[in-house]
């Protein structure tokens, strides 16, 4: 039965066969090849894998932030009941910010350098709802109190460069939570923290978004970041989810190889003092020519002849996990460190 007929039952979030190719090189890049992805409201959802896999094309197609000149553009995104793909320019413009909104990895970049930081604010408040200017700007002051801004009038009045890295993160979520959005893109938004400010701005995004109810979808290459702020975790690889399922699942229980290899790639506590970290050897494929089989064939210690001729399709197994991988009847006796330090008396 198709649970998705039911439209009480039907996810916020709903993509469907998501391809997105850049044109603007000599060869095409295949930078997203069939991916499916759906968010419950409520939701959070992390996409994690290495750079180049194709998570923050996925989440900015979200939004439909690549150049339409340069891009193609095919499968299904619906964002409750927006056909983001059927969407006007003017009613992008409109979805933009009201339905869905992005944090950016890097604010200093996002915001505007020769405005001050509420003046975006109220701004993008007025964009979208007919309030006053004064109406707009006690909003602002409200979200910078939220986000824990110290100081939050004189703060309103300065301009990114005049704010830390953190202070800014934090301004970057008051602006994408300024005109009360449904679903919150995050992209990396930790990244160029230092690890204490990190920590704080994902208790802070978790806070929020329990508190908001939003849906979100949260891109980062660190797998601890996933583990403190998702529900569900997909993993990507070559522009492909090759395993997804309840964040417990994936690291305790992990079935695709790539998965695998990156929980034995990082160091943690669960790790035995004086171990090797372990390494991917390889590098990711040329997405101007993806190879004819598993994309991770080439790197994965389990291969087989078979694996570097057939793309494997998806396997479904308990609790909505699934993964896409043609050796999963062999996986399932693989341990990550954290495993094999607990089972050590």
Known sequence: MNTHDNRSDRPFVDVRGLRVTFTGGKKPVEAVNGVDLQVRRGEVVALIGESGSGKSVTLRSLLRLHPASRTRIGGEMRVGEVDV????????????????????????????????????????????????????????????????????????????????????????????????????????????????????????????????????????????????????IAVMYAGRIVEEGPAATLIRAPRHPYTLALLRSRADGALAKGTRLETIVGSPPDLTAL????????????????????????SWLASGHSVRC????????????????????
Request: glycine content about 4%; aromatic content about 4%; hydrophobic content about 45%.
């Open 85 to 232: 793909l059927g969407l006007s320019a003017r009613a992008l413009a409109d979805y933009r910010g009201k339905v869905a909104s992005m944090i950016f990895q890097e604010p200093l970049l996002a915001l505007d350098p020769v405005y001050p930081v509420g003046a975006q604010i109220v701004e993008a408040i007025r964009r979208h709802e007919p309030l006053s200017a004064t109406q707009a700007g006690e909003r602002a002051l409200a979200l910078f109190e939220r986000v824990r801004i110290p100081s939050p009038e004189r703060r309103l009045q300065a301009y990114p460069h005049e704010m830390s890295g953190g202070m800014r993160q934090r301004a970057m979520i008051a602006l994408a939570l300024a005109c009360r959005p449904q679903l919150l893109l995050a992209d990396e938004p930790t990244t160029a923290l230092d690890a204490t400010v990190q920590i704080q701005i994902l208790l802070l995004l978790r806070e929020l978004q329990r508190e908001l109810g939003l849906s979100v979808v949260f891109v980062t290459h660190d797998i601890g970041a996933a583990v403190e702020v998702a529900d569900r």
């Open 291 to 314: 190879p004819p089989g598993c994309a991770f064939a080439p790197r994965c210690r389990m291969a087989n002849d078979v694996c570097l001729t057939t793309r494997p399709e998806i």
């Open 326 to 345: 043609l050796r999963v009847a062999e996986t399932a006796n693989l341990t990550t460190p954290h495993q094999t330090t607990e089972s050590t008396p």
